[in-house]
């Protein structure tokens, strides 16, 4: 079956750095996605990978590894608005979107 | 960017009673939208994929007839929730494929958050 993998929930202090993992099992792949959804609002679009390595965005980075089913999302001079859900969706043959089921960042002063 | 708009952004109605929510892209042609439903502190659930022109791909365990979906212009995509009922009550959001989709991003509507007394 087709399968996305990311930790519930992780803690982090402001100004520091974190990596949130994904790993993923889908039947064919055509890329991964990374959103970002604060509570009670939409998810909004973060980054996309699907060659392998590391596409720097700002204070966003996601990095992608094909053979390993694996990317990451590396988070940089965390502020307290970051406090929110990551979301990691992988692409299959179809074009279907896997959903993960995310990722709660929460921000500590 | 990409802009979709997804209206009302909130509803509260009594038992019984349809609910039309409406998804618009504003500044590109959506062949493909697809509707999705977020309960609390759990992950987006894809209801069903809207084709334009065509009937939608409705999830296994998603009743079709409960969950009417119209998809008339490249550009609305409509979700109508039947005589809801309050395990309807959700958040629904709705996005879009900007071009062809496939290695293109989602983008989504605001949500519609749906509290049925």
């Known amino acids: 079956g087709q399968n996305i993998d990311q930790p519930t929930e992780m803690t982090a202090t402001e100004g520091a750095i974190v990596q949130i993992n994904c790993t993923y099992q889908?039947?064919?792949?055509?890329?991964l996605f990374w959103y970002q959804q604060h509570a009670g609002e939409a998810p909004t679009f973060l980054s996309y990978n699907v060659l392998d390595g590391l596409e720097e965005k700002g204070r966003f980075s996601s990095f992608l590894s094909r053979s390993k089913g694996y990317s990451y999302l590396l988070l940089k001079e965390l502020q307290m608005k970051d406090s929110a859900s990551y979301l990691c969706a992988a692409v299959d043959s179809n074009y279907q979107l896997i959903w993960g089921a995310g990722t709660k960042l929460i921000i500590k002063p | 960017g990409a802009v979709v708009s997804q209206h009302p952004s909130r509803v509260i109605c009594k038992s019984g009673t349809s609910v039309k929510i409406e998804c618009r892209s504003l500044?590109?042609?959506?062949?493909?939208m697809f509707w999705y439903r977020q309960f609390p502190k759990q992950s987006l659930m894809l209801m069903a994929t809207s084709n334009e022109g065509s009937k939608a791909t409705y999830e296994q365990g998603v009743e079709k007839d409960k969950f009417l979906i119209n998809h008339a212009s490249l550009t609305l995509s409509t979700l109508t929730v039947t005589s809801a009922h309050p395990e309807d009550s959700s958040f629904y959001i709705c996005?879009?494929?900007?071009?062809?989709?496939?290695?293109?991003?989602?983008?989504f509507g605001d949500g519609t958050r749906l509290s049925i007394l």
């Open positions: 996005s879009a494929w900007e071009g062809q989709g496939g290695n293109q991003p989602q983008h």
């Open positions: 500044d590109f042609q959506a062949t493909t």
């Open positions: 889908t039947s064919g792949f055509n890329g």
